[in-house]
């Protein structure tokens, strides 16, 4: 891996968004994705395609400063996908989500689970959302197989990092022994628990501007105003970006419908 590259990128990245040259940005995007359209589409007009510009090459960057190529990405999927859907074959936790019916009983919850310490039982509780995130996204990297390795690595180390989570829990769950402090079993999980309070925040912002965003494009379609539909465009962009910083997951209904207006946030244009 050509180091150098990786720093030029970076320095770029780090750059002010004003100060950016963003023709040797997209000619770097190039020579990482090889996507002349793209490519094509942020030289003529650059202010448009700025923020997509940023997007992708934070994408290849993070890759890069991972120490991965393309086909470490792939070879990651070849792991990371069998251990979800390994996970996947759990009975999940009670739940009322109509995918997952209400009334359905966890595999190896405790006899004594209401007699174990709140720390305890707070890692059963959060395996409700830890499954869910496993299976969304699982879900998710199902129907991008025809995407490209690194649209599909910052779902993959999401899942991965849900599964890990959800495994990690329930082990401590299992092992604890009644009479033990917590305090050796459960770390302290105050700062992780801000920082997800915080991105819990990125994400429903970016969701309501998708939303509203969205409505205002279809709004501006009807009544063919470019400018309106140019700006409506690059709030969506730049939502689904932030969204997806926070570890959030755009939901396919909404992927299919921006695509349906234009604007695809899957894959490389």
């Known amino acids: 891996m050509d180091e150098k590259f990786t720093q030029k990128i970076q320095e770029w990245l780090n750059t002010a ?9 997209a000619q770097m995007l190039l020579q990482l994705n090889r996507n002349r359209v793209l490519y094509a589409n942020i030289m003529r007009r650059p202010e448009r395609f700025a923020e997509k510009l940023e997007y992708e090459l934070r994408k290849h960057l993070q890759i890069r400063l991972d120490g991965l190529t393309m086909a470490d990405v792939v070879k990651m999927e070849r792991v990371v996908m069998p251990a ?4 996947l074959k759990q009975v999940p936790v009670i739940s009322a989500d109509a995918e997952l019916p209400l009334g359905t009983v966890a ?21 409700f959302e830890n499954f869910r995130k496993v299976k969304e996204l699982h879900e998710r990297l199902k129907g991008m197989e025809k995407a490209q390795p690194c649209d599909r690595y910052e779902f993959l180390v999401l899942l991965e990092e849900a599964d890990r989570k ?15 402090e917590p305090s050796t079993a459960v770390e302290d999980n105050t700062a992780d628990d801000q920082a997800a309070q915080r991105d819990k925040a990125r994400i429903n912002a970016a969701r309501k501007s998708i939303s509203k965003w969205k409505n205002a494009l279809i709004k501006a379609v009807g009544e063919q105003d470019g400018a ?7 709030k969506i962009i730049a939502a689904v970006a932030s969204l997806r910083a926070a570890g959030g997951i755009l939901g396919a209904k909404v992927s299919a419908e921006l695509r349906d207006l234009g604007i695809d946030v899957t894959a490389d244009e």
């Open 17 to 25: 968004a004003s100060e950016r040259d963003l023709a040797a940005g």
């Open 84 to 87: 979800a859907e390994e996970t």
């Open 107 to 127: 595999k190896g919850k405790r006899d004594d689970h209401e007699q174990l310490p709140a720390e305890i039982q707070k890692l059963w509780d959060d395996n």
């Open 166 to 180: 959800y495994r990690e829990n329930l082990a401590k769950y299992d092992a604890f022994v009644i009479g033990q």
């Open 228 to 234: 309106k539909c140019d700006e409506a465009t690059d």
